[in-house]
């Protein structure tokens, strides 16, 4: 992807008409846009396709199994017109590889979960969150997820993986996070949903956040 506004949407609104209503709305001030599980499974896999003519797709299923289901789920996700997937680190870096392989061969990204931004990734993830981002950073991902929730965590995963990977980094806006600080602890884009997707005023939301990231950089 390239890096201009620094923006993500995380689009995870249900119906095909509002996703690609948002989708144009919002086109001049995002770098690329999230679609998960919620729209996928309402609106079927062609609704990547049909984002796809507004920015880059991500398509965040947090792939999570073994290599050879690995590989299926990303070659659906790649046929669709999706410009990078990403995957969960903690199946291991066989698992990795494949989607990484994968990618690699087709021109498009992987980027692997170091920790998620909710408070219950404290639980378990935070513990191997830098193992993974290593392992992401040994297996030649593009780049790394890591919670602008917490951006004394982006900091330290910067350190890990040096200046090869990027970093985005969602839970700006209705999960506290802020994008200025996490851009400047070290995140190349900033994820943001809720704030944008459910704004009377979609354009007007993400253009404001593009401002703040702009104050810092």
């Not at 969960?88 to 698992?95: A, C, I, K, P, R």
């Not at 990734?121 to 392992?135: H, N």
């Amino acid at each position: 992807m390239e890096k201009q506004t620094r923006l993500i949407l995380a689009l995870d609104v249900l119906d095909s008409d509002e996703a690609i209503r948002i989708s144009e709305a919002v086109a001049d001030y995002v770098d690329a846009i999230k679609v998960g599980y919620p729209l996928v499974l309402a609106s079927g896999l062609g609704i990547i396709g049909k984002l796809a003519e507004y920015a880059p797709i991500i398509a965040d299923f947090k792939v999570a199994d073994i290599p050879s289901t690995n590989r299926l789920i990303c070659e659906q996700v790649f046929d669709a017109g999706a410009d990078a997937v990403i995957v969960q680190g903690f199946t291991g870096h066989d698992s990795l590889k494949v989607c990484v392989d994968l990618a690699a061969g087709l021109g498009k990204d992987v980027f692997v979960v170091t920790e998620m931004s909710h408070p219950g990734a404290l639980d378990l993830m935070q513990a191997a969150g830098e193992s993974i981002a290593r392992m992401a950073a040994n297996g030649k991902a593009s780049g790394v997820v890591a919670p602008a929730t917490r951006p004394e965590r982006v900091r330290e995963i910067r350190k890990i993986i040096g200046d090869e990977l990027a970093i985005i980094s969602p839970g700006v806006g209705a999960q506290g996070g802020s994008a200025s600080d996490t851009i400047m602890a070290g995140a190349d884009w900033v994820i943001v949903g809720r704030s944008i997707y459910q704004s009377e005023n979609p354009a007007n939301a993400a253009a404001k956040i593009v401002r703040e990231i702009e104050e810092v950089t």
